[in-house]
């Protein structure tokens, strides 16, 4: 494996609906750098939040922001998106008794609305998506463990993953993906490699080629050794076909 995308939010925290990052990921994290497996963020966080995180966990550049809508890299913002949700779309989600999640003035594409009681993030959706008929927007929503999103089409974490990797140079099976929650399908089903921490929704984990036994954090980070030890397990045999050829075949 060469490169592992990786969501934030229920991924990297100590728990689902917790902003506090998890210490075991962030080690697991710099441990895979060091193994020479590149690790991106791949997160529905504005592309401020992205890059900094970037930066402060050690992680490769570029990040994917916004669901798929952003690319950054250190300096450079690039918009898989056009456009952003229409104010009159905005309101219409206000009035279900959402609020508007603070890093939405920094949005460029996806925005974000939250509320206290989680549990109606997805009983929404059916009224967001009438909303979006009544004024004519076609575009998407992604319901996380943490805010509904909505966004203009061409976005999508799995989308901006395969750009990232066709410009890498990597191929499929040397791509991995990790995430939580069913906003993270389109990101793992662009992966050779896919993997869900042990909390995640049912709909990721049926897709998922290992689900971790811990969740959140915990789970990224025995995700993170189970990658290496696979990796460790492939140059061990690698090694054995070199030193004896003939019973690498028989293997």
């Known amino acids: 494996m060469r490169l592992l995308a990786v969501d934030v939010d229920g991924t990297l925290t100590e728990e689902r609906g917790s902003y506090r990052l998890s210490m075991n990921a962030i080690?697991?994290?710099?441990?895979?750098?060091?193994?020479?497996?590149?690790?991106?963020?791949?997160?529905?966080?504005?592309?401020?939040?992205?890059?900094?995180?970037?930066?402060?966990?050690?992680?490769?550049?570029?990040?994917?922001?916004?669901?798929?809508?952003?690319?950054?890299?250190?300096?450079?913002?690039?918009?898989?998106?056009s456009g952003r949700p229409p104010d009159a779309l905005v309101e219409s989600i206000k009035a279900l008794g959402l609020s508007e999640g603070w890093q939405n003035p920094c949005r460029l594409h996806d925005l974000e609305f939250v509320s206290e009681d989680r549990s109606s993030l997805a009983r929404a959706v059916p009224y967001v998506e009438r909303a979006m008929a009544e004024v004519g927007w076609k575009g998407r929503i992604i319901v996380s463990g943490y805010a509904l999103h909505t966004q203009p089409l061409g976005g999508g974490k799995?989308?901006?993953?395969?750009?990232?990797?066709?410009?890498?140079?990597?191929?499929?099976?040397?791509?991995?993906?990790?995430?939580?929650?069913?906003?993270?399908?389109?990101?793992?089903?662009?992966?050779?490699?896919?993997a869900a921490v042990g909390d995640a929704d049912l709909e990721l984990r049926k897709i998922a080629d290992y689900v971790a036994s811990a969740n959140a954090g915990e789970g990224f980070a025995e995700v993170a050794r189970y990658v290496m030890r696979?990796?460790?397990?492939?140059?061990?045999?690698?090694?054995?076909?070199v030193h004896d050829p003939i019973a690498a075949v028989a293997l």
């Open 27 to 81: 080690s697991a994290i710099r441990e895979l750098e060091s193994r020479g497996i590149s690790v991106i963020l791949a997160t529905g966080n504005s592309y401020q939040i992205a890059s900094a995180l970037t930066r402060y966990l050690g992680a490769s550049w570029p990040a994917i922001a916004e669901n798929g809508c952003v690319l950054v890299d250190r300096g450079n913002v690039e918009s898989l998106c």
């Open 158 to 194: 799995g989308a901006a993953l395969r750009k990232v990797a066709l410009r890498m140079s990597v191929g499929v099976q040397e791509l991995g993906a990790v995430g939580d929650s069913s906003g993270d399908v389109d990101l793992l089903l662009a992966a050779g490699f896919r």
């Open 230 to 241: 696979r990796i460790s397990n492939t140059f061990a045999d690698q090694v054995r076909a």
